[in-house]
């Protein structure tokens, strides 16, 4: 392996904001995901299964497609963490800068992951994998859990797939969780050697009908200190980010999705992967976070950084805008001129109805404002789709 410049694969549905990352911080990259996003850096080699490979993505196709790639090391993004048999050929022969399919099949497992956190008397909402486990039926019958459940795919990503569950049927494939009241957030973090290093703590934008989206569907993050003292949420993402590190053994960059509710943050996930919301840390602290998901996974070596509380004097979001109608893109290129339009499409790219058009950033003072410029800068998107649409029509 080269010492000073090692070749990184990067695979993943999307990959642009952690190829930007690693070319920022000197990698050779090559990446494969699921799109053919047009501002990717010109400085890696960036493939898509559909458009160079002509296949739909998934994980396993993505490792066979890179087999022969010459790389000295590997990272994946979402939603591989679900495909440790994928992880295990992409990392074939290759160093793995990430978590091992044994670890991901713990931290991915949510009775394992309610357990964690309960041990450390942290209050994780119950769940249940095993669609005839007598408990679930016996919990529900008695209604002793108190409140409503919501039904989960195995292989989650985003919260699709997510919806209320009733005392019924529950497929092979999904598990039952007890519904939170509260709002969703995340810690992000950098882990080694059973430690964490937060680099910040957000809050989710999910179902969001002004973005596209609906159910418990992710469409956007704010990275900001939400709605208590810095020193309270400092408090709460450490613990949250120290228990899935030591627990599982997590190495490199990760996240834990929560609901806060009153003075009380419960965990439900645990992400031990690149999260979506690293690029928002990135924007506001200038700091790489590949080359601490390098050190991490390379060295054992946290960063030295501690960002648990506030993102500074302002909030930096990003909103993910989904097509609420079938459309074709245009000529999508000028967007390449706005930093805050990410994400971009090729010109004629046929989009369907619930599938992501593009990503939409802003930064403000506080959080309502950062959330209000995202809201403008969705409504520009959905009246160039509607323009394009009206010229083609």
Sequence with gaps: MSIDSPRVLIAGVSTRAVVESAVRAGFDVTSVDAYADIDQPAAARCLSLPRDFGRPWHAARAARATASERVDAVLYTSNIENHPRAVAALSNGRELWGNAPDTLRRARHP?????????AGIPAPDAFVNAADERLRAVVRSGSAGGSWILKPVRSGGGQGVRTWRDGRVPRSHYVQAFVEGWPGSVVFVAARGRAAVLGVTRQIVGDPTFGAAGFRYCGSLLCA???????WSRQATRLAGVAAKAFGLVGVGGVDFI????????????????????????????????????????????AVDASGSAGSRVYGKAIVFARHDATAGDTRPWLRDDSVRDVPPP???IAAGQPVCTVFAADADADACYAALVHRAQLVYGQLMKWNQEAA
């Design 111 to 119: 009775e394992l992951v309610r357990d964690a956190f309960r041990a």
């Design 226 to 232: 939400p709605g208590r003292d810095d020193a309270w």
């Design 260 to 303: 806060a509710g009153r003075d009380v943050v419960h965990p439900i996930e645990v992400n031990p992967r690149w999260t979506a919301s690293l690029e928002l840390v990135e924007r506001a602290r200038g700091i790489s976070v590949f080359g601490m998901h390098a050190d991490a996974c390379r060295h054992g070596v946290l960063p």
């Design 348 to 350: 004629g790219t046929r």
